[in-house]
């Protein structure tokens, strides 16, 4: 009798033994699956809201490299910032400052700088400021580019690979050039997700801004309207 209570004993302690590993195998699979990159672009703080540029030389009336469609898209990208913002999703405002002397900016643009004259975006200047109702504030991060590309001579994708960051949501002009490269260069680099919002962006023209995002539509970058994008996101 006291053999067969041994070896029922025994039996009861492999089942606790076996139960035990697979709890914690399901733990580990779940955790892994709920980290996996397929979900990771699925959460918060995985994300980060790009805005690329909106600042007065390139948006005012008056500014010398104005984009035409660039102060229509405003009201959106201040809504979009909002969202990001309650949902805890990182912003990030891409601006460009250059070097007043104009020695780091592009050969096409030194123009603008020549004969002592400050030109567009010059750090400190009042074009290099944001326009009216976007504003940075803590929490936020600031990244300064002089090129179209916000990954460009950056260490834009080091900061973001060590914020965790996965999913780009990127808005602000101008969809051929700054939009354009900073998209194609995430995309090269492998993100998870990479989203225009297509009425938080803009061109010269709404041609040029169609093809542009047409382009981009066919590298797998999603191309949500912006209230589109609040409700797939909620």
Request: glycine share 6%.
């Amino acid at each position: 009798m006291a053999e067969k209570w041994k070896r029922t004993a025994l039996v009861v302690i492999d089942m606790q033994v076996l139960l035990f590993i697979s709890v914690a195998a399901a733990a580990y699979v779940f955790q892994t699956l709920s980290l996996s990159p397929l979900n990771l672009s699925l959460r918060p703080q995985f994300k980060s809201l790009m805005i690329v540029i909106l600042q007065k030389d390139f948006i005012d009336d008056d500014g010398p490299v104005r984009v035409s469609g660039g102060r229509a898209i405003v009201p959106n990208v201040i809504k979009a910032v909002q969202v990001a913002r309650q949902r805890g999703i990182l912003v990030i405002w891409v601006v460009r400052e250059h070097d007043p002397l104009g020695r780091d900016v592009e050969q096409f643009r030194r123009h603008f700088y020549a004969d002592g004259k400050k030109g567009p975006t010059s750090k400190g200047s009042v074009g290099a400021e944001l326009v009216d109702g976007l504003v940075i504030e803590e929490g936020d991060y600031k990244l300064v580019k002089t090129r179209f590309s916000a990954f460009f001579a950056t260490h834009l994708h080091s900061f973001l690979q060590g914020a965790g960051i996965h999913s780009l949501v990127i808005t602000g002009v101008q969809t051929p050039n700054c939009i354009r490269q900073t998209v194609f260069d995430a995309v090269a680099l492998d993100y998870q997700s990479v989203n225009v919002i297509v009425d938080a962006t803009a061109a010269a023209t709404p041609d040029i801004h169609a093809a542009n995002i047409f382009d981009m539509k066919n590298v797998g970058v999603a191309t949500p309207t912006l209230q589109e994008w609040i409700e797939a996101d909620a």
